[in-house]
């Protein structure tokens, strides 16, 4: 039990530390953004099931109770495999120090999908005063596709049921056709692909977590993929040129282009768009995400060794 929980410390600690800011430099990720979210999820997933699983070691070592509820099934070799017999002191501290982290997680995860049925309550609220129901009779608004009245030109998906998708009116005057199609495929690209349960899943370890570096770059890094895997969706349906122009006309009043402004992602994505950067080779794109699958199985196979080893 405890070569486990030392191996299992490892690992996460690796893939909570160094791997992550060796991640955040290197430049592959800008050319396969989702291959990227892919790695980066299974990365939060090896460190969520190492604490995971040498909780359950842990508290089945401290606790008689956990014990005898997990190894009830197991044969005595098994049982005896792991040694829970004893459990030394730093294990003890190391179990409690997990079992805080795990009920703060959830309190966290909680956290986030209450604020984020509150934040779509008050906007669909909104959205019905400026869009308000039709008279009995007529034809319900209620529909795939929102247009409000507004100058400025914007675009934007609302998740929840049924989810929308909001355009102004600025927004259908300001860009042609084919730009607007770019639009309607970016932001259906998002909904197709379940960003913002990603987001919110980010957004709630980064708070809970702000001083471990893997939730805070894996937030980071999440919020700038889904839009760079959203471009490429639009760009591959109606071209890089015509997804840039679209990007631009939207955001060109919030100075998309300017290099002092707080949206510098916006101007990056458009020199994105504007100047594509080659794909990963099909093979490469295979392996990276084969090999990234197979990380989070590193925890499954530390702690279920010795039980392997004593039925062999």
């Known amino acids: 039990m405890t070569l486990c929980l030392l191996l299992l410390s490892v690992v996460a600690l690796t893939a909570a530390v160094p791997v992550p800011r060796a991640l955040t430099r290197a430049e592959w990720p800008e050319r396969e953004p989702v291959v990227a979210l892919w790695v980066w999820q299974c990365l939060v997933a090896t460190v969520l099931l190492c604490c995971l699983t040498a909780l359950v070691l842990g508290a089945a070592a401290v606790f008689h109770t956990v014990r005898s509820q997990v190894f009830a099934p197991a044969p005595p070799a098994v049982t005896e ?54 008279p009995a009779g007529l034809p319900s608004a209620r529909g795939p596709l929102l247009v409000l009245e507004d100058e400025y030109p914007d675009a934007w998906w609302m ?48 708070t809970g977590f702000p001083r471990i570096p893997l939730f805070t770059h894996f937030c980071d890094q999440t919020h700038r993929l889904v839009e760079l895997s959203a471009d490429d969706t639009a760009s591959r349906h109606c071209g890089h040129l015509t997804t840039a122009l679209a990007l631009i006309e939207l955001n060109q009043h919030r100075g998309v282009l300017s290099c002092a402004s707080s949206h510098r992602l916006l101007g990056e994505r458009v020199n994105r768009l504007l100047q594509p950067p080659p794909r990963l080779l099909r093979r490469h794109r295979a392996l990276t995400t084969t090999v990234a699958a197979l990380v989070p199985l590193l925890p499954l196979l530390i702690t279920f060794a010795p039980g392997l080893t004593a039925l062999a």
Not at 111 to 117: A, S, Y
Not at 178 to 204: F, I, N
């Open 81 to 134: 495999a792991y040694d829970l017999s004893t459990a030394p002191l730093w294990a003890t501290a190391l179990t409690l120090l997990l079992a805080c982290g795990a009920a703060w997680t959830t309190a966290m995860l909680a956290r986030e999908l209450v604020e984020t049925r509150r934040r779509r309550g008050r906007t669909r609220a909104h959205l019905r005063e400026r869009a308000p129901d039709l």
């Open 159 to 206: 998740p929840g049921n049924p989810p929308q998708l909001i355009v102004t009116t600025g927004a259908l005057h300001r860009l042609t056709s084919r730009q607007m199609d770019a639009v309607l495929t970016h932001e259906r690209g998002h909904a197709r692909a379940h960003h913002d349960w990603l987001m919110h899943l980010s957004t709630a370890l980064a």
